[in-house]
């Protein structure tokens, strides 16, 4: 059974969390009780039989206030499929919540109230969702109870969609009129919209091929941990990204430039031939080296080794991002390192995404900025692989993470 | 030595989910001083037990693992929890709730009472008197609606509580538990992971688990809707009616607050097919705990809880 990511993106009130809790119920992927508490709970407030969002804002807080604040994670198995639900936070505050949910998307579904169309909030979303890579879009065009049904008002709302997704170069996007209240098009195509003629939400997401989007060329294996083998030998444990990692396959150690070949493959201490992408895995090399964490074995075409490059990055810190401002570290791969930042060279305007002059970076703003490391880095550009392409910052007073970075920048910037 | 390889097969959910829980594994123990497992003996931290064997393989378990003893376990589950360590060849400790009471710092339930809630204080002391900095657990997000909203690595303050309002952002699978002193990270490799995946991969390792969880005559009990044990820690109350009936376990907890199920499931087989059509949650089914409130896990863990 194959495994798909998706996270739910596009602004409060829209829908978001409803959607799930809709597609949840009517796949029968809620027990009994799970929903009796739902129902309780949704009396208890004063609010109808069922509030369907009560099925993923699991916080009180979130209960009360009727938002979701964090992601909820929920799971659901169909006879092909499982999926691994991110349902995100859609206030402009919790944007910090939403970019952890849709870090390791495949897939995003975005909720869009037909009548109000797209607001600045779901623009926003979409935009991280384009530059953390996401490459699918499937646009659930909400509360069509509300308009009647009408295929205008659709086509309306699709329109400003596909004007967005366009320029942020989504490769796949299906919008699909829904009525997540009650249920139309999300398990079941609806007798109410006759005009449409594709599928319903369910279906299109056990269709859907998103999946791994890299262009990835050359086999990346960051090393985490040092294993010790009876005899006296050492091998490398990591995980797989771009490409697999085959026996015999020639081999350099970065950012020491050593080459080398791989001698075995083991997996939880048993030999492989290959390691996939995503695997565990530990490599034996057959030259003795003194590589360790945080070093890097690739196969070519080999990533770069720098100390200075320019990335995306999105901002959550409460205090401005400034040249000069405060003591940052960097975690890239299983690396951490001092970093300060060299320039800021401006931020993205949401509206029209072009980008504006900036010196600094507001909470949840996103800009581009050159960086300077104290240590090497081992970096690929985030487009061409999304693990030696990422990294986060972290404030070395609190130890919070402050900022999502990708190396490099999207195409539409 | 004659050894067989296999073929990877890395987009089988089973395989997505293991190399991750291993990546997460060596991540916490690379970034952290002092980490330890907390071991119950029941099948999810027996999974996760069995993950860091394969992720450190084949040296021994960089860390120690931690049992928080309520003194209300299940014989079979003890029983299960020493072999299990040994033959890791684990440095178990023991953390006994019975020492915080004795101390004084929480009320003593009675013999009879429920000791779930006063694990959190048992838990935090030992944290604290073994200065450790993370602690791995088995928790899973579809156990519980607060637990969906948990980051897998989840940072404590030095009070050991946590803030569902002010997680970190956790972007990718670049985990980062750095913490100052006093405070510590939980890990949960096994976040993803639901009821069904646990027993699929047991099957799969052909893992061992108590026996509890499989189909067994017991002497049970009807109280507050569950099926309760009777034993040592579970004397009928007047109005009771004691009944042998077939039952299982679907959670290992203390044996007077983790109900039976009736079920004739005595094989791996078995209880995956019948896990894949309940009808009723795990917890829900089994736990009396969760019962008090609507958001009765999410105060637990406010306070430090698993």
């Keep these: ?413 | 030595m004659t050894t067989t390889l296999r073929t990877p097969h890395a987009t089988d959910h089973l395989d997505v989910l293991e190399s991750h829980a291993l990546f997460i594994l060596r991540e916490v123990v690379a970034e952290c001083e002092r980490p330890v497992l907390l071991f119950s003996g029941g099948k999810d931290s027996a999974v996760l037990l069995h993950l860091a064997s394969k992720a450190f393989a084949p040296q021994q378990l960089p860390f120690p693992v931690l049992h928080i003893d309520t003194g209300q376990n299940f014989a079979e589950v003890l029983k299960f929890r020493d072999r299990t360590v040994e033959a890791l060849g684990a440095r178990l400790v023991v953390a006994k709730v019975q020492d915080t009471i004795d101390q004084g710092k929480v009320a003593d339930p009675g013999p009879l009472g429920s000791r779930n809630r006063l694990q959190t204080v048992t838990l935090l002391d030992a944290i604290t008197d073994n200065s450790f900095d993370a602690a791995f657990g088995g928790a899973r997000r579809d156990e519980d609606k607060a637990r969906a909203k948990e980051r897998i690595l989840s940072f404590r303050d030095a009070f050991g509580q946590w803030d569902p309002r002010q997680q970190r952002p956790e972007l990718w699978q670049l985990y980062q538990g750095k913490v100052n002193p006093g405070e510590h990270v939980r890990a949960f490799p096994l976040s993803d992971w639901t009821e069904l995946d646990v027993w699929q991969y047991i099957a799969r390792e052909k893992m061992e688990v108590p026996s509890i969880y499989f189909a067994h005559e017991r002497e049970v009990v009807m109280r507050d809707g569950m099926w309760l044990a009777v034993g040592e820690y579970v004397e009928p109350r007047e109005g009771e009616d004691v009944v042998r009936k077939m039952v299982r376990f679907r959670t290992v907890g203390d044996a007077n607050c983790t109900g039976a199920v009736i079920s004739k499931a005595a094989t791996l087989d078995a209880i995956i097919n019948e896990v894949a059509i309940a009808n009723v949650s795990e917890r829900g089914a089994t736990r009396g705990d969760d019962k008090f409130s609507e958001t009765a896990m999410e105060d637990r863990k406010r306070e430090g809880y698993f």
């Design chain 1, 1 to 413: 059974m194959d495994l798909l990511r998706l996270a739910t993106i596009g602004s409060v009130d829209d829908g978001k969390s409803t959607l799930i809790g809709r597609l949840l119920v009517d796949t029968r992927q809620l027990f009994d009780d799970q929903l009796d508490a739902v129902a309780a709970a949704s009396e208890k407030r004063g609010i109808g039989d069922l509030d369907l969002s009560f099925v993923t804002d699991g916080l009180r807080a979130e209960r009360e206030q009727g938002i979701t604040i964090d992601v909820a994670y929920r799971y659901a198995t169909t006879p092909t499929r499982k999926f691994i639900i991110a349902d995100c936070p859609g206030h402009v505050q919790y944007t910090r919540n939403m970019a952890t949910g849709a870090s390791t998307a495949d897939l995003v579904l975005v909720a869009l109230d037909v009548a109000s169309g797209l607001k600045e909030q779901t623009r926003r979303h979409l935009c991280i969702a384009a530059l953390l890579g996401v490459r699918s879009v499937i646009v659930a065009v909400n509360k069509m109870d509300t308009v009647a049904w009408s295929e205008l008002a659709f086509q309306r709302a699709v329109d400003q969609f596909e004007t967005l997704s366009r320029e942020l170069g989504f490769t796949s996007n299906l919008a699909i009129p829904v009525s997540a209240l009650l249920g139309d098009n999300v398990v079941e195509n609806s007798a109410n919209t006759p005009w449409y003629r594709g599928p319903s939400l369910l279906d299109a997401l056990e269709a859907s091929e998103a999946g791994s989007w890299e262009t990835a060329q050359g086999a990346r294996l960051p090393i985490q941990w040092v294993l010790r083998q009876p005899g006296g030998g050492r091998t490398y444990a990591g995980m797989v990204s771009g490409e697999a990692f085959r026996v015999g396959d020639h081999v350099t150690l970065l950012p020491a430039n050593i080459e080398t070949t791989i001698r075995a493959i083991n997996f939880g201490g048993e030999p492989r031939l290959e390691a996939t992408v995503g695997l565990a895995a530990d490599l034996d090399l057959a030259d003795e080296t003194d590589a360790g964490r945080g070093d890097l074995i690739a196969t070519a075409p080999l990533p770069t080794v720098t100390n200075e490059f320019e990335a995306t990055i999105c901002w959550f810190g409460e205090k401005p991002l400034s040249v000069n401002g405060q003591r940052l570290r960097l975690k890239h791969t299983t690396k951490s390192t001092p970093v300060r930042i060299d320039a800021i060279s401006g931020l993205i305007d949401i509206e029209s995404l072009a980008i504006k002059d900036a010196s600094s970076l507001t909470t949840n703003q996103i800009g581009l900025a050159t960086l300077i490391t104290a240590d090497a880095l081992v970096v690929d550009d985030y487009r061409e692989d999304r693990v030696t392409g990422s990294f986060v910052l972290i404030d070395e007073v609190t130890n919070a993470t402050v900022a999502a970075g990708m190396v490099g920048h999207a195409s539409f910037l």
